[in-house]
């Protein structure tokens, strides 16, 4: 399952400059991290920079130890969440947001 969202570009960029800032942190490169994962480092940095799938996020966050929130730049008042109900992923920025999708699927249920 992918993020899907009009904010995804947004959310790409913020799930590939976190992961490369917990990498300098962690005094760890792009390379190392994606040999931990078992992959190639050209697939891990297209995956970071595009669309990344849900379970590679899961993946990065365990490589790194940290959580998947933790690959998320946010400050504490700000709201990030993905909701994945029926095969399809829903994310939301705000309350608002969250409690339109929350209602969509209250609906369709």
């Known amino acids: 399952m992918y993020l899907c969202s009009s904010n995804r570009s947004i959310m790409s960029e913020n799930i590939s400059h976190k992961v490369k800032e917990l990498c300098r942190n962690k005094g760890v490169t792009i390379k190392e991290l994606a040999e931990k994962m078992e992959v190639a480092p050209e697939s891990l940095s297209r995956t970071i920079n595009g669309n990344p799938q849900l379970s590679t996020i899961r993946k990065i966050a365990d490589a790194l130890g ?7 730049d946010r400050n504490e008042d700000e709201l990030l969440a993905i ?6 992923t829903h994310t939301a920025t705000t309350k608002a947001e969250l409690k339109a999708i929350a209602d969509k699927l209250n609906k369709s249920n």
């Open 66 to 72: 940290v959580s998947v929130t933790d690959l998320f």
């Open 83 to 88: 909701v994945v109900c029926d095969g399809v």
